[in-house]
Nanobody
């Protein structure tokens, strides 16, 4: 049974930082691309950042480039999202997800999903 468990969310002031973690189990983690998505109230889930299976390549949404950094530790089956310079518009539930294929950073490319962790940025 595949499980993805996110942690690290919380309440932070604008300009602050948070680091999210996602621990995976039940799959061969190093075979999967990993992604972070977010969903704000009343909005659709959107891609935030992704990383290749090896960790050698990353991909970001324009809205977070230069502020967020995705990384992974395959020895720990963990993917991270370091979020700096947070803005109120970053408030959302953040999800990690695992994708078995080689390409694609949209929802449909990801097979397994975590339950999400709330990030709230106050102004």
């Amino acid at each position: 049974q595949v499980q993805l468990v996110e942690s690290g969310g919380g309440l932070v002031q604008a300009g602050g930082s948070l680091r999210l973690s996602c621990v995976a189990s039940g799959l061969t983690f190093s075979n999967y691309r990993m992604g972070w998505f977010r969903q704000a109230p009343g909005k659709e889930r959107e891609f935030v950042a992704g990383i290749s299976a090896s960790g050698g390549a990353t991909h970001y949404a324009d809205s977070v480039k230069g502020r967020f950094t995705v990384s992974r530790d395959n020895a720990k089956n963990t993917v991270y999202l370091l979020m700096n310079s947070l803005k109120p518009e970053d408030t959302a539930v953040f999800y990690c997800a695992a994708a078995p294929g080689l390409t694609g950073w949209t929802n449909v490319n990801f097979r397994y999903w975590g339950q999400g962790t709330q990030v709230t940025v106050s102004s």
